[in-house]
């Protein structure tokens, strides 16, 4: 059974930096079959799609375009365990994110999910 | 981008009643199209993927057609566990989600 485990700040001031990271027990980081996304959800825009890393012989990444300039997401290997990292957040970040396990060949769909961090952005 | 629409946003039925969700792609995901059960404070649950297939574990009075542009969810006989918000969403181009139905209790 695959769980994700998320942990974080629920609090970052605006222009800084929001750092979450996904602990994995069940599945490999690594795994030739698996990809490693992050959503989040907020009542103005909804559920989003942020961005996935997965290994396939290479590390590979995609982000939304929406948050290319900002955002960064990276496994760790020997934790089993990956994360996002958004820059110069504003309060328009404020949001519920979920980290999910997905599949290489499509960004989509998602069957294992965290429970879920509440992140507020404000001062 | 594609953009999704669900339709309706809430939906109020009977415990036993048959319930269709309604979602258009704003141009063509062929069969990539998934939907999830959300409850409040709780992630989202896959139901179904590729338009119709049921995800391991999901009872069988969920159902999913379509293809293209329309796709429906549909639920025979809703159970009380069922009263949720129900999303769908493409993964043709990148990914992105419909805005929800709430299906609450009439």
């Known amino acids: 059974q695959v769980e994700l485990q998320q942990s974080g700040p629920g609090l970052v001031k605006p222009s800084q930096t929001l750092s979450l990271t996904c602990d994995i027990s069940?599945?490999?980081?690594?795994?030739?079959?698996?990809?490693w996304n992050w959503i989040r959800q907020s009542p103005s825009r909804g559920l989003e799609w942020l961005g996935r890393?997965?290994?396939?012989?290479?590390?590979?990444?995609d982000y939304a375009a929406s948050m290319k300039s900002r955002i960064t997401i990276y496994p760790d290997i020997s934790k089993n365990q990956f994360s996002l990292q958004l820059n110069s957040v504003t309060p328009e970040d404020t949001a519920v994110y979920f980290c999910?396990?997905?599949?290489?060949?499509?960004?989509?769909?998602?069957?294992?999910w965290g429970h879920g961090t509440l992140v507020t952005v404000s001062s | 981008d594609i953009q999704m629409t669900q339709s309706p946003s809430t939906l109020s039925a009977f415990v036993g009643d048959r319930v269709t969700i309604t979602c258009r792609a704003s141009?063509?995901?062929?069969?990539?199209l998934a939907w999830y059960q959300q409850k409040p404070g709780k992630p989202p649950k896959l139901l179904i993927y590729k338009a119709s297939s049921l995800q391991s574990g999901v009872p069988s009075r969920f159902s999913g057609s379509g293809s293209g542009t329309e796709f429906t969810l549909t639920i025979t006989s809703l159970q009380p566990d069922d009263f949720a918000t129900y999303y769908c969403q493409q993964y043709y181009s990148y990914l992105t989600f419909g805005p929800g139905t709430k299906v609450d209790i009439k």
């Open positions: 890393t997965y290994f396939r012989s290479q590390w590979y990444n």
């Open positions: 141009q063509s995901v062929s069969g990539w």
């Open positions: 999910a396990r997905g599949t290489p060949s499509m960004v989509g769909p998602f069957d294992y």
């Open positions: 069940g599945d490999s980081v690594s795994s030739n079959s698996a990809a």
